[in-house]
């Protein structure tokens, strides 16, 4: 499955941003979908996952209550939206997929898991 994020810009904190990403190829409902982010110096890490139908979703701790993730399986999309957003959100976000599976007690969250990434889209937050 190839992927395109979008939605990504500057906003002052406490704004709030979507984020869009378009999968083409196979059988996007087949695959669980994540967002992930880069930091200038530091690791990819995870943001928030989706299973396949998107009856169960998984959040990193630091974005809990603050961001959701959705899908549109009818329009091959997945989405995150960001609301309260903080300097410390600054990062390129990207989107991913994996035909691991992903269900309330928990999905795959290393990058290794995902064998499919979008380009990244920058979000900067400022003070």
């Known amino acids: 499955v190839q992927l395109q994020a979008s939605g990504g810009g500057f906003v002052q904190a406490g704004g709030s941003l979507r984020l869009s990403c378009a999968a083409s190829g196979r059988a996007f409902s087949t695959y669980s979908m994540a967002w992930f982010r880069q930091a200038p110096g530091k690791e990819r890490e995870f943001v928030a996952a989706?299973?396949?139908?998107?009856?169960?979703?998984y959040y990193a701790d630091s974005v809990k209550d603050r961001f959701t993730i959705s899908r549109d399986n009818a329009k091959n999309t997945v989405f995150l939206q960001m609301n309260s957003l903080k300097p410390e959100d600054t990062a390129v976000y990207y989107c991913a997929a994996t035909q691991k599976y992903c269900s309330g007690y928990g999905c795959y969250t290393g990058v290794p898991d995902f064998g499919s990434w979008g380009q990244g889209t920058l979000v900067t937050v400022s003070s």
């Open positions: 989706i299973s396949w139908g998107g009856g169960s979703t």
